[in-house]
T-cell receptor
Framework: KNEVEQSPQNLTAQEGEFITINCSYSVGISALHWLQQHPGGGIVSLFMLSSGKKKHGRLIATINIQEKHSSLHITASHPRDSAVYICAVLQAGSYQLTFGKGTKLSVIP | EPEVTQTPSHQVTQMGQEVILRCVPISNHLYFYWYRQILGQKVEFLVSFYNNEISEKSEIFDDQFSVERPDGSNFTLKIRSTKLEDSAMYFC???????????FGQGTRLTVV
């Protein structure tokens, strides 16, 4: 059974701080997703990774397949970044995503 | 930008009633999914659908649940006889080929009373 663990569960940061959210998983995967969920509930895809690193604006995602670990970084955080960030993995040979519990980020002005 | 749309955004139903949640996936996508999120819990996989049949389903997806692609655009989730524990946010998602990025709808909040 694939377990997806995220840390921290909750994170409060001052505006402008550099933020890191971590994700680890237990089985082989074909891809890893970072998703954002706002209080209204909708889910937005931020990145899909199978190796290396991706950057989009102030967001950077990295993955280490050997260590079964991924990180999401936010540079120069802003209050509008406040949301729940979710890691989800696509297990090798499967089409279903397995989700972590999410990291609730609050950025204070 | 293409998006997955879900209707209704919120549905309240009495226990034992049937509900149908509707989704319009992105038009050139071939893989469709339903996920659910009980309040305060993580998102859970229900079912994936490809080529007009279920390709995978979870233990949650029992005989009370069914999915259908009744025409070329809609993808529906039916819950035959709702229970209180079916109250959750239900997300539809679609993917071009099953291994590239999945796009999610805004969700339908189902409340069973």
């Amino acid at each position: 059974k694939n377990e997806v663990e995220q840390s921290p569960q909750n994170l409060t940061a001052q505006e402008g701080e550099f933020i890191t959210i971590n994700c680890s998983y237990s089985v082989g995967i074909s891809a890893l997703h970072w998703l954002q969920q706002h209080p209204g509930g909708g889910i937005v895809s931020l990145f899909m990774l199978s190796s290396g690193k991706k950057k989009h604006g102030r967001l950077i995602a990295t993955i280490n397949i050997q260590e079964k670990h991924s990180s999401l970084h936010i540079t120069a955080s802003h209050p509008r970044d406040s949301a729940v960030y979710i890691c989800a993995v696509l297990q090798a040979g499967s089409y279903q995503l397995t989700f972590g519990k999410g990291t609730k980020l609050s950025v204070i002005p | 930008e293409p998006e997955v749309t879900q209707t209704p955004s919120h549905q309240v139903t009495q226990m034992g009633q049937e509900v149908i949640l509707r989704c319009v996936p992105i038009s050139n996508h071939l893989y469709f999914y339903w996920y659910r999120q009980i309040l305060g819990q993580k998102v859970e996989f229900l079912v994936s659908f490809y080529n007009n049949e279920i390709s995978e389903k979870s233990e949650i997806f029992d005989d009370q649940f069914s999915v259908e692609r009744p025409d070329g655009s809609n993808f529906t989730l039916k819950i035959r006889s709702t229970k209180l524990e079916d109250s959750a946010m239900y997300f539809c998602a679609s993917s071009r080929d099953g291994v590239t990025e999945a796009f999610f709808g805004q969700g339908t909040r189902l409340t069973v009373v």
